[in-house]
């Protein structure tokens, strides 16, 4: 009789991961690989980095899976792994993106632009790119806030947990990121039509 890993817990996927069977590990991206990578995709907004990160974020959480406290929800540990490749992205870009200007103008070329690919054929898209974009200004522990909460719909005690802070911090946080997004969405709405 074979085991269902369908039916397992992830504590019971933990555990049989620690005692090395392999398939659990698919068992485990097939049910969090989607909400990992949604999660880095809001957060980065490019869909090809975040793939990378969402593979990035498995092989860190595999391998640290002996350190995964069982007690707590798998999905909250492994987005918190998936946060933390998002802010080392973040700076790795910052880097990048302060050597990239320090080159000289004739290699300008061979420097990638960081914004948004233009598409003026569909207003939904460009309204998306808008809203990336306002996201993007905001400071990271606004936009994961605004992320977890309202793109992942994980509830305020799930959200204070991942970011190990109180879900009063959490309130907060929301209602800032909220209006901040509201904020920048009508300056570049006023830029637009001005």
């Not at 700076?91 to 690919?117: C, I, K, T, Y």
């Amino acid at each position: 009789m074979t085991l269902d890993l369908a039916q397992c817990s992830d504590r019971e996927l933990a555990a049989l991961a620690s005692a090395g069977q392999q398939q659990v590990y698919r068992e485990l991206l097939r049910r969090y690989k989607a909400p990992v990578f949604r999660l880095i995709r809001a957060n980065i907004g490019d869909p090809d980095e975040a793939m990378d990160l969402t593979q990035e974020t498995f092989v860190a959480g595999f391998a640290a899976l002996g350190r995964y406290d069982a007690d707590r929800p798998f999905r909250i540990w492994i987005a918190r792994i998936a946060l933390n490749k998002c802010r080392d992205w973040a700076r790795r870009r910052a880097v990048r993106s302060f050597f990239a200007r320090a080159l000289p103008l004739e290699s300008a070329h061979d420097v990638a632009s960081d914004g948004p690919a233009p598409d003026a054929e569909a207003a939904d898209r460009a309204e998306l790119a808008r809203v990336r974009a306002a996201m993007s200004r905001l400071a990271p522990n606004l936009r994961e806030v605004l992320v977890l909460r309202g793109v992942e719909e994980l509830s305020q005690a799930e959200t204070a947990e991942l970011l190990q802070t109180s879900e009063k911090t959490i309130e907060m946080r929301l209602y800032r990121a909220r209006a901040k997004l509201k904020a920048l969405l009508g300056e570049t709405a006023v830029r637009e039509t001005g």
